[in-house]
């Protein structure tokens, strides 16, 4: 009797699970990099709004993480997509919300759910950045 309770309980779990997660995308878009002529015989990158996307961006808050932040490190996060959503190391892109800007630094292809679970999510590593580098 048990085990058949539990094995109902696990997928009415990962459902609320996967509620949750959806509540708590919001709207995103990449950044887009160009280099254009400066004018002067160099150039300067240029950065555009691109493709846009929904996550999940939670603040890391471990005792490793704010032993870093005291140390000068930058503010850490994790950026969870549904797994269609492939991040790469080194992306950048804006919250739409309030305008911040997160520099991927984490491969996507490495944390993600099973196509077995309905808990669709793959998660990367970010930090926040205060301006796209130039």
């Not at 709207?27 to 004018?39: E, I, R």
Request: net charge negative.
């Amino acid at each position: 009797m048990a085990e058949c309770f539990c094995q109902s309980l696990k997928p009415m779990e990962e459902s609320n699970m996967s509620s949750l997660l959806d509540e708590a995308m919001e709207p995103c878009v990449f950044m887009n990099k160009a280099k254009t002529n400066d004018g002067y015989g160099g150039y300067i990158n240029v950065w555009s709004e691109g493709a846009g996307f929904d996550c999940a961006i939670t603040f890391d808050t471990s005792i490793e993480a704010r032993v870093g932040e005291k140390q000068g490190v930058t503010s850490r996060y994790t950026v969870t997509t549904s797994r269609s959503m492939t991040l790469e190391r080194n992306d950048y892109f804006k919250r739409l919300r309030d305008g911040k800007y997160f520099h991927v630094t984490s491969d996507g292809d490495d944390s993600y759910t099973p196509p077995s679970t309905t808990l669709d999510m793959r998660q990367v590593e970010a930090e926040e950045i205060v301006s796209l580098p130039s």
